[in-house]
């Protein structure tokens, strides 16, 4: 098809989305909103959301999400008591914890808006390479301001008032788009 035949149009699987039952998209994408919301409850009622968790698999989320350390000085470990909205707790510990909940779904699509935005540079490419490693056989979408975040993924459009203005890789858009190079 022509790209002006798909102007406008998110595709799953080659066909358009709104071909799909809303059911059947909520079950195949996994999203983490920019301001992450945490229920009153403990951490392991957070992330796993009443479903059971298989233990390992839990163990590398809480690692790619730099929580194993975070969570192994609290009191009581996953079984910490957190409040409404997690007001217990520091913004990046709530956006990882956040992270950590759309991760261990292991859904086809996981939408991460500003994954790293609450926590510190290190802290960020940690997070940022970790996910790298679990979503090979997933569409990841990022969507962010920190250069650092982007650098990884395979494509990068550039956007502006809703438009894209460029697509490439961190390389492609270092060399041709002004804005990006500058902000690295």
Avoid: W
Avoid at 93 to 115: C, H, M, N, W, Y
Avoid at 146 to 153: F, K
């Amino acid at each position: 098809r022509r790209s002006s035949d798909l102007r406008g149009r998110i595709l799953f699987s080659g066909k358009d989305i709104r071909q799909f039952d809303l059911d059947f998209l909520r079950q195949n994408i996994a999203l983490m909103p920019q301001e992450p919301f945490l229920f009153s409850g403990t951490i392991m009622d957070n992330i796993g959301m009443g479903r059971d968790v298989d233990m390992k698999k839990l163990e590398s989320i809480l690692e790619i999400c730099c929580l194993e350390h975070t969570i192994g000085k609290m009191p009581r470990g996953l079984d910490t008591m957190v409040g409404e909205r997690g007001v217990t707790l520091s913004g990046g510990q709530k956006q990882r914890i956040a992270l950590a909940r759309t991760l261990i779904q292991e859904k086809p699509v996981i939408i991460l808006d500003d994954p790293i935005s609450q926590v510190d540079t290190k802290t960020a490419c940690a997070i940022i390479s970790g996910i790298k490693t679990i979503v090979s056989t997933t569409t990841c979408i990022i969507i962010s301001h920190r250069i650092s975040a982007l650098a990884p993924c395979d494509v990068i459009h550039i956007l502006e008032n809703g438009r894209i203005l460029h697509s490439g890789t961190h390389e492609h858009l270092a060399q041709v788009d002004s804005f990006y190079g500058e902000a690295m």
